[in-house]
């Protein structure tokens, strides 16, 4: 089917933030390409959702080298379905550090793993290049020095036009952009961590880290893989993600009462917002201008179309502020440790 984008697309009610000190700018919601991009996914919804973020102002489509399922199945879809979008209107991102092959070469961070996935990926997706090339995660078998200029080495081939990380802690985010600096590496443009009203860590100290180095920040997870949504506001649901997918993100601690009973008073104070749960949560992400993007995930393009509301308000009184974070003040003690990466 031929696609024509909207020609509304860009009349404001997306916004778009730079990407730290650089001038790459991203637009306030990413659309995150996994769980349902796969081949076990609908593609007839999976290009609904691409083309419905495109017609919003969603420029930003985020993928990894592992994403499916099963892996890579992601970045063959939605490769396919951008080859009909405008290519120099997107901003198409892959990562990779995660298992994606078996053997010593196909995980974590080094020059081997990374240039083949890199290579791998863009045959997948049918690219010459991404605009962003991520390392995943940190490896602490492998000198920092080498897993950028891995990095280096895909901008200069002109294979990613930016380069960036996700989940390293403030001390190594620190220690990869001096790295790059020493040696004349391209600068890290943005960073990727886990953040939401329910995990803040990056809150201690890596968000001010970002800030100093001049890098953006995309927060995954803002909505706490689903449970800042009213999906479990009542009876957790048959089809929960927990009970489909084995090993997927959330745990039975989550879905604690006493858990509960805080979504549900966040709930509340969004309905006095006149906003869902999920607007809020991303509008307390997006409420601080360091973080230059939201990466959500989607199962269906009217969801899409509910979350890009929430960027018209994004501000916070500071009563609002205060009683948010009593709200969530016995969280921590609630919830088990982040499987993401902390201080």
């Avoid at 349902?36 to 609904?48: I, K, R, S, T, V």
Wanted: aromatic share 10%.
């Amino acid at each position: 089917m031929s696609y024509t984008p909207d020609a509304n697309r860009y009349d404001g009610r997306m916004t778009y933030r730079k990407c730290g000190r650089w001038g790459l700018r991203l637009p306030a919601l990413t659309l995150g390409c996994w769980w349902n991009f796969g081949d076990a996914a609908d593609l007839d919804n999976a290009q609904a959702m691409l083309h419905t973020a495109f017609d919003h102002g969603i420029t930003h489509f985020d993928l990894a080298n592992n994403y499916g399922p099963p892996p890579g199945s992601a970045e063959v879809n939605v490769g396919k379905i951008i080859r009909g979008m405008p290519r120099d209107e997107l901003i198409i991102s892959s990562k990779a550090g995660y298992l994606m092959w078996p053997g010593p070469y196909g995980e974590w961070g080094t020059r081997k793993y990374l240039l083949a996935s890199l290579d791998q990926s863009l045959h997948r997706l049918g690219l010459d290049y991404v605009d962003i090339f991520y390392s995943h995660r940190f490896d602490p078998d492998t000198p920092m020095d080498e897993t950028m200029s891995a990095l280096d080495t895909a901008v200069r081939q002109g294979k990613a036009l930016y380069v960036g990380i996700s989940s390293y802690t403030s001390d190594q985010t620190r220690e990869a952009s001096k790295t790059c600096q020493e040696n004349g590496f391209p600068p890290l443009l943005i960073h990727q961590p886990n953040y939401s009203m329910m995990n803040r860590w990056i809150e201690d100290n890596l968000m001010a880290t970002c800030d100093a180095l001049g890098m953006g920040i995309i927060a995954f997870c803002p909505l706490y893989q689903g449970l800042l949504t009213d999906k479990y506001l009542g009876e957790v649901p048959s089809d929960a993600r927990r009970k489909k997918q084995p090993g997927a993100p959330l745990r039975d601690a989550e879905f604690s009462d006493d858990v509960l009973a805080i979504v549900g008073q966040l709930n509340d104070h969004a309905k006095q917002r006149g906003q869902t749960l999920a607007q809020m949560a991303l509008s307390w992400v997006l409420r601080n201008e360091r973080v230059t993007t939201a990466l959500i995930g989607a199962s269906k393009p009217s969801q899409i179309i509910e979350n890009c509301k929430a960027v018209s308000n994004t501000s916070f009184t500071d009563d609002e502020l205060a009683k948010l974070d009593d709200i969530l003040k016995p969280l921590p003690d609630l919830l088990p440790e982040s499987v993401w990466a902390r201080e």
